[in-house]
C-alpha cells in the first residue's frame, strides 16, 4: 500500500489541508505544536479507526467545528478510504473500492507501523507494549491468529469470572481451560515460530550496530511450556489462582526478554543503545510484514531525530531505507541528514508551517 494524497477537513488545529506525498520518503517539518504529530496521527486514524495518543475520536475534531473529515487516497486495489466523526455520533469509515468493508479486513489490508518518543519505553516498560508488538506482528502475517487470539481471551475472561465467584462450579471452569489450552497452545506455537525470525532479524541489524555487546533476546510463551501443556499448567495452579483471583499462567502473561549475561538489558544498555535495539526490533518486524505479505508497511515516526544521535540516527536510516516502506518522519527542522549526506534517498519535504496560515 502506498498513501498518494490525504485530505482534512477541521481536524487537530488544520481547517483544510490537501498533501500529496511522495511513495517512499517523506519528512514532516515545522516548529512545536504546528499539527506534525496530528499529521501522522489523521494517517494513523483513517487506518486503524483509532487515534494513537487521544482516548477517542471526537478530541480530534477542531475546536468549535462539528465534525472532522479525513480522507487518503491509495495505491492499492481499496483505492481511498475515509473516515469521519461528529462528536457523540458514531464514528462513519468509507472504502470506495468496498463498500461495506470491516474494520479488521480494513487493517490487515493496510499494514501501519508508528513510532513515537513513548515507542523507545519498550524495553524499561512492562510487558504490554511488547505483547502489543507481538500481537501487531502476528494479526499481519498469520490469518488465523486474530480468531484464535480473540477466542483464548474470551475464554481467559470466563475463568478469571468463575475464580472470582463465590461458589466456582468445577465443571464449567475444566470446560473454559480446555478452550483456553486449546487456542493458547495454537496461538503460542505461532507466535513462537514467528518471534523466533523477528528476534533473528532484530540479531542481523543489532550485531554491526553494537558490536560489543552480547544481547540475549527470547520469546517466554507465559508458562514453562518445554515441561507442561496449558492444560495441565491451568488444572496445576487452579487452586492458586482460586485464591489470588485471576489466571497466573497462559500466552497472556508472555513476554520478549532481553538480557545482557544474567541482567535484564534495559539496566545495562545506555538509552541511546536500547534506541538502537528498540529500533531494530521494530524494523525487523516491518520486514517480515512487508516480505510475507508482499506489501509496503506504511511507517510513520515521530519526532526521530530527537530520539535519536546522530551517528545513530544515520545507522537507523540506512536500515529504513533498505526496507522500501513508505515512510513518513516528523522533525522540528529539516535535519542535517537530508541536507549533508549525498548518499540519502531524497525526502518529499511538507513545511506545516507554511499551510498554516488564517483560513
Ligand atoms: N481539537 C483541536 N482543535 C484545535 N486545535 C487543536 C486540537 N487538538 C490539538 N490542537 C492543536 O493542534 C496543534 C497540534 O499539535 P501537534 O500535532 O502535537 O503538533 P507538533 O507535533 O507539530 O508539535 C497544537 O497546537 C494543539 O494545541
Ligand atoms: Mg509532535
Not at 29 to 35: A, D, F, L, R, T
Not at 272 to 292: E, Y
Not at 328 to 341: K, T, W
Request: glycine fraction near 4%.
Amino acid at each position: 500500500m502506498v498513501i498518494e494524497s490525504l485530505d482534512l477537513q477541521d481536524f487537530r488545529n488544520f481547517s483544510q489541508l490537501s498533501w500529496g506525498l511522495a511513495p517512499e520518503g517523506n519528512l514532516i517539518v515545522g516548529p512545536n505544536g504546528c499539527g506534525k504529530t496530528a499529521l501522522l496521527e489523521a494517517l494513523y486514524a483513517v487506518i486503524m479507526g483509532k487515534s494513537f495518543r487521544a482516548p477517542n475520536l471526537s478530541h480530534l475534531i477542531k475546536d468549535t467545528r462539528p465534525q472532522f473529515h479525513i480522507h487518503t487516497k491509495l495505491h492499492h486495489p481499496l483505492k481511498a478510504i475515509g473516515l469521519s466523526k461528529k462528536a457523540h455520533t458514531k464514528t462513519k469509515r468509507y472504502c470506495l473500492a468496498e463498500e461495506n468493508i470491516s474494520s479488521v479486513s480494513l487493517i490487515r489490508q493496510l499494514p501501519v507501523q508508528m513510532i513515537s518518543p513513548e515507542s523507545f519505553s519498550l524495553l524499561s516498560d512492562g510487558p504490554t507494549q511488547r505483547r502489543r508488538l507481538m500481537d501487531w506482528l502476528m494479526f499481519h502475517v498469520e490469518p488465523t491468529y486474530f480468531s484464535h487470539w480473540q477466542k483464548y481471551n474470551r475464554s481467559l475472561q470466563q475463568r478469571n469470572a468463575l475464580i472470582q465467584a463465590v461458589a466456582p462450579d468445577n465443571d464449567l471452569l475444566s470446560m473454559w481451560e480446555q478452550k483456553m489450552a486449546d487456542y493458547g497452545e495454537v496461538i503460542t506455537q505461532q507466535r513462537q515460530q514467528w518471534s523466533q525470525q523477528l528476534l533473528t532479524g532484530a540479531a542481523a541489524l543489532i550485531t554491526p550496530w553494537l558490536p560489543t555487546i552480547q544481547l540475549s533476546m527470547e520469546y517466554l510463551p507465559g508458562w514453562k511450556r518445554e515441561e507442561k501443556s496449558l492444560l495441565d499448567v491451568l488444572k496445576t495452579t487452579r487452586i492458586k489462582d482460586l485464591h489470588l483471583g485471576y489466571t497466573t499462567a497462559g500466552p497472556h502473561r508472555s513476554d520478549l526478554l532481553f538480557k545482557i549475561g544474567k541482567q535484564a538489558a534495559q539496566y545495562v544498555l545506555s538509552r541511546g543503545q536500547q534506541k538502537l535495539v528498540i529500533s531494530a526490533v521494530l524494523l525487523a518486524a516491518t520486514t517480515l510484514i512487508q516480505t510475507h505479505r508482499e506489501s509496503k508497511v506504511l511507517l510513520l515516526w515521530d519526532d526521530i531525530v530527537s530520539e535519536l544521535d546522530s551517528y545513530n540516527l544515520d545507522l537507523v536510516l540506512s536500515a529504513v531505507e533498505q526496507l522500501n516502506a513508505q515512510t513518513l518522519f516528523s522533525a522540528i527542522d529539516i535535519p542535517s541528514f537530508c541536507v549533508s549526506a549525498n548518499k540519502r534517498a531524497p525526502y518529499k519535504v511538507f513545511h506545516v508551517e507554511h499551510i498554516l496560515a488564517p483560513v
